[in-house]
């Protein structure tokens, strides 16, 4: 039987790029020319499936090569900030290689295409790169739905968020509630929407801004010397809650955010804080309300260095 190595190749790629694509949603690790870096990462794998197939060396064919292979891989893929970050990535990156593989697995023995073999581990024969298209959506579905199952169910722990609030020279960090009935959004730019106490609030802007800002909501506005500065800067946001259809929340859109993980700390952009009068709390345990839609967003986020000195 005649084996091209550019088709092995070619599939080997595909199928490596659909499980480091997935393990890149899951991980939420977005950086500048991910494209590339999975592609040159899948490409890595590819070349060694071949150098394998070809039983070059029998030493890259040992358990420590694949995994030296693995780390290798996950580095070059998602460039991880320290050690942890690194275990994490390529855990996740094993089980969505193991669900890509028992799909591939049920669709050979489902479908039967003709004089499939394995060589060293290797895949061989009339193998349809359509089969591994089909697998790989397969496995991206089943990894994406267990993953938002496993998500939904948050602990007590989970549902406080460490977060740090940027606005010009000034930042505060509190602690957020992570409130799953929170889905205001701003109706314009549909942006997600931190609702913060005003106490904590006014330690981001100046007391005579925060006039500004609450006499637009009153009617009563004033005169602010930073005005033109400033106002492109201010939101209004209709909200809806119990005893409330239509309540309207005043704030401003900040420079960036902040959440703090033990992993590291997650940056987004494209945030508005709007002001709460009152407390959320008695007991002072946390001054914001967080939405899931943050979390869950498109909104440009990366992936820093991590708290732990």
Known sequence: MTVYLDLIF?????????????????????????????????????????????????????????????????????????????????????????????????????LKPENVRINNGVFVGIYPIKVTLIAGAIAFIITQIAFKLNKSRLSTKNQYLDIEIFYKDKSVRVMALLDSGNLVKDPISNLPVVILEKDIFRKLVSEEFLNYIEGILGGDVQDYKDLQEDQSKIRMVPFMSIGKENGMLTGIRIDKIKIITEDGEIEKRNVIVCIYNKKLTNDNKYNALVGLNLLEGEEDYELTTNIKK
């Open 10 to 110: 070619i599939e080997n790629v595909l199928m490596n790029y659909i499980i480091l694509f997935a393990t890149t949603i899951i991980v939420k690790n977005k950086t500048k020319h991910q494209g590339l870096k999975l592609l040159l990462s899948s490409s890595i794998g590819s070349v060694y499936a071949i150098i394998v197939y070809l039983d070059i060396l029998s030493i890259y064919s040992t358990l420590l090569a694949k995994v030296i292979l693995s780390v290798v891989m996950v580095y070059v893929a998602f460039s991880p900030n320290n050690i942890k970050q690194l275990l994490k990535q390529i855990l996740i990156f094993y089980l969505t290689s193991f669900i890509f593989g028992g799909c591939t697995f049920a669709l050979i023995y489902f």
